[in-house]
Structures are given as structure tokens and as C-alpha cells.
């Protein structure tokens, strides 16, 4: 039985793609704003520093071997729809490495939604009740079929993220840990995380890809 639509062709209208999600960001610090309604210092601050973050994830993500495999199987256009918003560091760290692996297909394309401007899709995909992102929804590109979601942040992260919590971690040191471990991991767990997500949401058989 198909999920209900979510996503309309209404929401990808309005949706942007890197390049554009990029220039957005830019545009908005040059006035020294974010996304979102809420402009205040600190997070215009997180803004311009998660530029730095995608601009060094762009150089440091290189695929790797299975994952472009798995790639090169699949036979099925998808759209991947991705909730964010620019102040968040979790975004900054993932998005380059969704991009660099949307990017290696001819069949997929990637696209951006805000967050705080799209609250009906957001509420949709929830995590542990809250509006955690970025998240990543699949979507089969010529009906538009959710064929599965991904986010916020890889298994280890969340982890951690859990544990800071648990533990009343303050923010600054969590963040600090967070985004260390981004910095060691330079997007390898994704491209790990995305493999099985790749071929279970393209119908790949796995005996497929493991002769290529």
C-alpha cells in the first residue's frame, strides 16, 4: 500500500538545489540574517561557520568504491528532498556529502527545503518527537512515492548526541564533540549508512552489486 503523499509537486517547486541553497545563504549573511525568522547574533554566527564546514566537506568527501557501485546498479529516478535550515551544524556537515553522492548519479536530484517555512513537511518526519535536521526524504521522482527517509545525523553521531544529553552535557562541549567527530569521520559513516539505503529504496537485488 502506497504512503500518503507528503511532499507535492508544490513543495519541489518551491524546493532549491545547492548551488541555489549556497548563493541563498551568502545573500542573507552579506545582511547579516539566516534562514528562518530568527536573525539573532549567535546564529548568524553558526550560519557563516557552517559555510566553512560545506566548503571543507566539498574537498574532504571522497566516495568510496561501494558506495559508487551501488550507484552505477540502481535504474530508478529519485528525488531527494532534504529539510534544513542554514544556522544548523548538522546540516553544514551532511549536506556536501548528500550532494557528492546525488551528484555521482544521473538519477537522482537533490533538493532543499526550509525548514521553518515548511512545518506541514517537517511534522511529518519528526525524530523522537521533536524537528531535529537535516532530514532526508526519498521520494520516487515520477510519482513521488516516499520510498524511505535518512536523518539527522549519522548512527554515531546521534549517539553521542544522546549520550551529551543524558549526561546534561552542556551545548558548547557537545558541540565542540559533535563537530570533532565530523571532522575525523569526513563523511565516511554517511556513504556507509547510504549504501543499504541506496539499494533497499532502488529495488537493487544485492548479488547485483557485489559482482560489479
Given at each position: 500500500m502506497q504512503k500518503q503523499q507528503t511532499i507535492t509537486p508544490a513543495h519541489l517547486e518551491q524546493a532549491m538545489d545547492y548551488t541555489q541553497y549556497v548563493t541563498f545563504t551568502e545573500q542573507l549573511l552579506s545582511e547579516n540574517k539566516t534562514t528562518g525568522t530568527n536573525h539573532s547574533a549567535d546564529l548568524v554566527e553558526y550560519t557563516r561557520m557552517n559555510l566553512h564546514r560545506m566548503r571543507r566537506g566539498e574537498k574532504s568527501c571522497v566516495l568510496?568504491?561501494?558506495?559508487?557501485?551501488?550507484?552505477?546498479?540502481?535504474?530508478?529516478?529519485?528525488?531527494?528532498?532534504?529539510?534544513?535550515?542554514?544556522?544548523?551544524?548538522?546540516?553544514?556537515?551532511n549536506l556536501p556529502g548528500i550532494v557528492k553522492i546525488a551528484e555521482a548519479s544521473p538519477l537522482i536530484d537533490v533538493k532543499f527545503l526550509m525548514r521553518d517555512e515548511h512545518l506541514d513537511v517537517m511534522d511529518a518526519y519528526l525524530t523522537?518527537?521533536?524537528?531535529?535536521?537535516?532530514?532526508?526524504?526519498?521520494?520516487?521522482?515520477?510519482?513521488?512515492?516516499?520510498?524511505?527517509?535518512?536523518?539527522?545525523?549519522?548512527?554515531?553521531?546521534?549517539?553521542?548526541?544522546?549520550?551529551?544529553?543524558?549526561?546534561k552535557m552542556d551545548f558548547k562541549e557537545m558541540a565542540e564533540k559533535l563537530h570533532g567527530w565530523y571532522g575525523k569521520d569526513r563523511s565516511r559513516t554517511l556513504q556507509q549508512e547510504f549504501v543499504p539505503l541506496i539499494r533497499e529504496w532502488a529495488n537493487v537485488d544485492e548479488t547485483i552489486t557485489e559482482s560489479i
Open positions: 568510496t568504491s561501494e558506495l559508487l557501485d551501488t550507484l552505477q546498479s540502481i535504474d530508478r529516478e529519485m528525488v531527494w528532498v532534504v529539510i534544513t535550515e542554514a544556522w544548523c551544524g548538522d546540516a553544514a556537515q523522537n518527537g521533536g524537528r531535529s535536521i537535516p532530514k532526508l526524504i526519498a521520494l520516487d521522482a515520477e510519482t513521488l512515492e516516499e520510498l524511505g527517509t535518512w536523518g539527522p545525523r549519522p548512527e554515531p553521531a546521534q549517539q553521542l548526541v544522546l549520550d551529551a544529553k543524558a549526561q
